[in-house]
């Protein structure tokens, strides 16, 4: 049995960093000393938040920030950062290097149907905005091989229980998210978007201070899975 960590889940809503139309949401897993048994949420706008976080993690968030943004981000990340802390950045990205949308207008489907005015930066404009915004990249992980898979997982998913689905919305709205499903997993597939994860910590540590190897997060992992 997994003991349970002492943690606390905080929800930052980031539609300040965006426009009104725009409304973001980022999940921050932050390492806390909160009651080992329970999980305390806090909703906030991050220009609310207070204090620093020895760790932060944001899944899926910065797709919806902006290209022109990602610096104010990454500087709000490391402003919320602990000095020996570690953030976690984990999102989709454009594989074209001048951050270009997905051909076939795949692009322009999701951000008339699914995702308005959502941005796709490449992992370069990723690790350069990071560095802008203070933040130094230690470990860069492509998930494009678990996401073809997980997007694979989905869309059969929907498939199998198609008819009931269709019986909870319109005509149009199956469609569109039929199409979405399955034409994300095409094109994880054959390389037209991906997924990084990157975790950072604060630029301008001592070199003494970082880890020799990635084996420590591994370490830890199997740790965790034993107990």
Not at 16 to 25: C, E, N, P, T, V
Not at 169 to 182: G, H, N, Q, S
């Amino acid at each position: 049995m997994v003991s349970p960590l002492p943690f606390r889940l905080v929800s930052l809503n980031l539609n300040g960093i965006r426009s009104a139309a725009r409304k973001g949401f980022v999940e921050w897993a932050v390492e806390a000393g909160a009651d080992c048994m329970g999980v305390q949420e806090v909703k906030a706008q991050a220009s609310d938040v207070q204090g620093r976080f020895d760790r932060i993690s944001s899944v899926g968030m910065f797709e919806h920030v902006g290209l022109a943004n990602l610096p104010l981000y990454f500087r709000r990340i490391h402003d919320l950062l602990a000095d020996d802390g570690w953030a976690m950045n984990h999102g989709i990205t454009s594989t074209d290097p001048d951050d270009g949308e997905t051909p076939y207008g795949g692009g322009r489907f999701i951000d008339r149907y699914v995702f308005p005015q959502g941005e796709l930066p490449h992992v370069g404009t990723v690790l350069t905005t990071l560095q802008q915004g203070g933040l130094e990249a230690f470990d860069v992980e492509n998930l494009r091989r678990h996401y073809a898979r997980t997007l694979q997982c989905w869309s059969e998913a929907f498939e199998a229980q198609a008819e009931d689905l269709r019986r909870l919305t319109d005509e149009r709205r199956f469609r569109i998210w039929r199409v979405y499903l399955a034409g994300c997993r095409w094109a994880f597939e054959h390389d037209h978007i991906a997924l990084y994860q990157v975790l950072c910590r604060r630029a301008g540590r001592a070199a003494r201070e970082l880890p020799w190897s990635r084996r420590w997060m591994y370490a830890a992992n199997a740790a965790g899975a034993s107990a």
